[in-house]
Each structure stands twice: as structure tokens, then as C-alpha cells.
């Protein structure tokens, strides 16, 4: 059986890297296409390296763009790279734009496609990657889900029940086998307690009005407590125009490498962002997370008491921020006890492997 693996921004790596190893241990054959979406080594090489996968068969080098060019050039340039491959399968990640440009690629080929990490809705659909979870989702033979309300949110659009797996949360497989390598990657001059901050939404970070109120309120967070930034190419631009530079006590870093991050995460006192992935990675950590949106597509993240969304409201962010830290000098403990929501335990991609695998048999049968 052969399988077609689509992945182009930094959140896909750590989803489809167990897959591709999963499948590989079941004797399935693996391609693994890069669409470039995410080009510096820091978003995507150093990604790759650390979790240990497979060099792309092929890069299709379509860059950054509108959200329009960069969709279209992802299906312009994948389209022959199918035609000529065949797979059996093709297996696409999260929402990002190559997600959808690939899933409707494939669809329009016939070629049937799997959708790891589906049903996630935030139900905003001002968030371009809310457009992508809903058309993706629509277009996949095979819906791995991360929770059930994944499952509800997919049962609600009327999508079959046969075709929806739940199966667990892949991004933890990722952490889980790599968490232990990761302690060696913490900073060793780094004291604690301080809050770890991230920001890349369109939202938060092309208003810069907005953004300019929120790096003031981090700022004055900073003056009791360290904050570390690592900042992603998008925001860097935006710092430059707002003049904020790094200071000793509020320091923006380069994008971190997934280990270094990770370790990052684990000691955090609090973590502050508006990504979606670093909500599930500090529910499973147990670290408190304070989410920079108003909604989020990962409610469990927030039942599960890790998170809680703070919208655009500065005060609540200064005081929810500084309670966590001032409780965090008692609790002296790196992250929580408690358990990780269910199937959030390392073997989700095994899960989908072997779903593939036996539906592969059931078709050749
Ligand atoms: C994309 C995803 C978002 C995901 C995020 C993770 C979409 C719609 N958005 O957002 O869901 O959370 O990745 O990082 O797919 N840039 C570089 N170097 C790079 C990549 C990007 O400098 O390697 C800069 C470019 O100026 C580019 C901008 O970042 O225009 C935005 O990149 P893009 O891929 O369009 O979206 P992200 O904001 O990264």
C-alpha cells in the first residue's frame, strides 16, 4: 500500500511525523511531500531533523502569498505530483492553507483522502483555518478525530459516521516520545518562574493597534516577572514596525526548535498564545495556558482546566497572568498531575495506521 503525505507549516510536522512511522512499521510505503508553505530552517528544516523524518520525496517550494495565491499554487503544484504517484492514500494535517489545497486536489482526482486532527470547529469563520477544518473535512474519505466533540461537530454537517475514527490526539504521540530528549534542551541560566508568550494569529497580530496594547501589557507583566518570547516571522514583522525591541526582562527569541520549545513549555510558570497546538501540548503538560482568542476549536483544552480563553481584554490577561504566577512560586512542581483528556496517550498513531491498514484489506478483499 502506498501513502501520500501532504505537509507544508511548522504545526503539520509534529502530527504527521508518528504517522509516517506508524504506517512504515505496518510495511506501508510512504511519500512525503513538502509543499513549502513554511520555507526557513527555523519554521521547517530544524522541525524535520529533531523529529526524525523522512527528507520530502518533494518540495514544492510555493512560499508565502494571499491566502488565494498560496492555496492555489499548493494545488497547481501538487496536482502532477499525484497524477504521477497514484497513491492509494492521501493523508493530510490540521488546517493550515496546504491542508485544504491538497485535500481538494486529491478529491478531484478520486484519489481518497484521510484528514488527521478532523472535526476541530471554532466556529468563527473569520479564522481563514476555520474555512480550511470545514472544506477539508468535507472533502475526506477518512476523518481522524482528536476528541469527540470532534466526532459531534462532524455528525452535525452531515458528515457518515463510517467515515469518522476517533482516535486520539497524534501532536501528543510526538511529545510524549520526545519529551524525555527535550529536558536536555532547557536553557541552563533560565530562572523560574517566568511566562512563556506566543503570537501569530492574523488577529492578534495585524492589528497593531490591538497588538500594541497587548505587548504594553506584557511589558508591565515583565517588570515583576520574565517573559520569553519566541517570535514568529509574521509577528517579527509587526514588532519592527511597532519599534519593540528584546530587554533583559522581556526577551524575544527566534522561533525555537520543537525540543527547546518543548522544554520551554514544561517549565513554564504560564504559557501565553494564540496558537492552537500549544493549547493541547500544555493540557497534556499540565501547565496553565491563557489563550489570546475568544473562541477556541479546542474546547476540551479549556474542560479540562488547563486553559482559559482571555479574548482581548488586557486587564484580565495582567491578572489572570500574575495570579498564576504568583501561585506558581508555591507550587514548585513542573506541570500538573492529572490526567491527559482520553486518548491523548502516545498510540493515536497506531490507531490511525492500523485503521488504514485494515481498511486497505477490506477493499483488496
Ligand atoms: C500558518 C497557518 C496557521 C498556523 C501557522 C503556524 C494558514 C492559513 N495559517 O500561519 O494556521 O498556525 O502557520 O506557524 O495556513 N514567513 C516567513 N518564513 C516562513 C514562513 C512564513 O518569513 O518560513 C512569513 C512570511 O512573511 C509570510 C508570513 O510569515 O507571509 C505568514 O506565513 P503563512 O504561511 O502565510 O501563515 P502563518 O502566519 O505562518
Redesign the pocket.
Known amino acids: 500500500m502506498h501513502v501520500l503525505h501532504v505537509v507544508g ?3 503539520n510536522f509534529m502530527k504527521a511525523a508518528p504517522v509516517l512511522r506508524a504506517l512504515a512499521a505496518q510495511g506501508v510505503q510512504n511519500t512525503l511531500v513538502h509543499t513549502g ?4 530552517a527555523a ?2 528544516d530544524v522541525f524535520l531533523k529533531q523529529l526524525e523524518m523522512p527528507e520530502p520525496d518533494c518540495n514544492l517550494e510555493v512560499g ?2 494571499s ?1 488565494a495565491q ?1 492555496t492555489a499554487a499548493v494545488m497547481l503544484a501538487l496536482e502532477p505530483v499525484l497524477l504521477q504517484r497514484q497513491p492509494d492514500l492521501v493523508l493530510v494535517y ?5 491542508t485544504v489545497a491538497a485535500a481538494l486536489v486529491s478529491a478531484k482526482l478520486n484519489l481518497p483522502v484521510g484528514h488527521v486532527e478532523a472535526g476541530l470547529r471554532s466556529r468563527d469563520r473569520t479564522m ?2 476555520e474555512i ?1 477544518r470545514i472544506l477539508t473535512d468535507q472533502l475526506s474519505d477518512l476523518l481522524f478525530t482528536p476528541s469527540a466533540d470532534g466526532d459531534e461537530n462532524l455528525l452535525r454537517e452531515g458528515i457518515d459516521a463510517a467515515k469518522i475514527h476517533l482516535v486520539g490526539n497524534v501532536m501528543v504521540d510526538s511529545l510524549v516520545r520526545l519529551l524525555p530528549q527535550a529536558e536536555a534542551h532547557f536553557p541552563p541560566d533560565l530562572s523560574r518562574p517566568y511566562a512563556l508568550v506566543t503570537l ?3 488577529s492578534n497580530v495585524d492589528d497593531l493597534p490591538w497588538l500594541r496594547q497587548l505587548l504594553a501589557t506584557l511589558a508591565e507583566l515583565s517588570r515583576q516577572w520574565l517573559v520569553i518570547f519566541p517570535v ?3 509577528t517579527r ?1 509587526k514588532l519592527l514596525q511597532l519599534g519593540s525591541a528584546s530587554s533583559d526582562r522581556f526577551r524575544l527569541l527566534e522561533p525555537q526548535p520543537y525540543l527547546e520549545f518543548l522544554a520551554l513549555q514544561q517549565r513554564a510558570a504560564v504559557v501565553i498564545t494564540d ?3 500549544i493549547q493541547e501540548e500544555t493540557t497534556f503538560l499540565g501547565v496553565p495556558c491563557l489563550t489570546l482568542r475568544q473562541n477556541t476549536e479546542r474546547p476540551i483544552t479549556v474542560t479540562a482546566g488547563t486553559n482559559q480563553l482571555v479574548g482581548r481584554d488586557p486587564v484580565r490577561l495582567r491578572q489572570a497572568a500574575a495570579e498564576i504566577l504568583h501561585g506558581s512560586q508555591e507550587r514548585k512542581e513542573d506541570g500538573r498531575k492529572t490526567s491527559p483528556p482520553p486518548l491523548w496517550d502516545g498510540h493515536a498513531s497506531a490507531r490511525i495506521a492500523q485503521i488504514i491498514v485494515q481498511r486497505q484489506a477490506q477493499k483488496a478483499g
Do not use: K, T
Not at 508553505?37 to 526557513?40: R, S, T
Not at 490540521?94 to 496546504?98: I, Q, T
Open positions: 507549516a511548522r504545526p508553505q513554511h520555507y526557513d519554521m521547517s508565502s502569498g491566502h498560496q490540521g488546517d493550515v492553507n496546504s481563514p483555518e480550511n501569530h494569529r492574523p514568529h516571522p509574521r514583522q496558537s492552537g497546538g
